[in-house]
């Protein structure tokens, strides 16, 4: 079993202010605790998670918490390891977005969604519902209720 960490549920667990907090924490306490197997992430998730926490809090120590979150530095736990995107899969990617026009998918879910197929990894752990019918999304909600 795998799951794959998309950046809403690094944001949520930065952003302890928000609605999404504290489903976050409880479902990354549940990856942590191995539930779904193995994890992993991407540089594209790495960046867009840092960039969304500078752009809107304005402050860099914050973004550079989450990047240690995710890369499991200092007090955080490396539990969580990255595919990084090649050549192959980032044609796969743009294939991918194309194919998906009619989903307001964003480039970075179009490598998700490559990563996901090319290492037969078995979920992705996403508050975007614009994965759905696309890849088996766990709602980071509805892992915190069970």
Do not use: C, W
């Amino acid at each position: 079993m795998s799951v794959f960490l998309d950046t809403g549920l690094y944001y949520a667990l930065q952003n302890e202010g928000s609605s999404r907090h504290e489903p976050a924490r409880s479902a990354f306490e549940a990856v942590l605790r191995g539930q779904f197997g193995s994890a992993f992430t991407s540089e594209y998730v790495y960046d867009e998670a840092v960039t969304l926490v500078r752009k809107r809090t304005g402050r860099y120590d914050e973004a550079r918490t989450v990047g240690d979150r995710i890369l499991g530095r200092n007090e955080y736990p490396d539990t969580v390891d990255f595919h990084f995107v090649s050549r192959t899969e980032f044609d796969f990617a743009v294939e991918t977005f194309d194919r998906y026009d009619d989903q307001p998918l964003s480039f970075t879910d179009a490598t998700t969604v490559a990563l996901v197929e090319r290492y037969d990894i078995d979920h992705v752990l996403a508050f975007d519902d614009d994965f759905d019918g696309v890849v088996d999304r766990l709602d980071p909600a509805a892992v915190a209720e069970r």
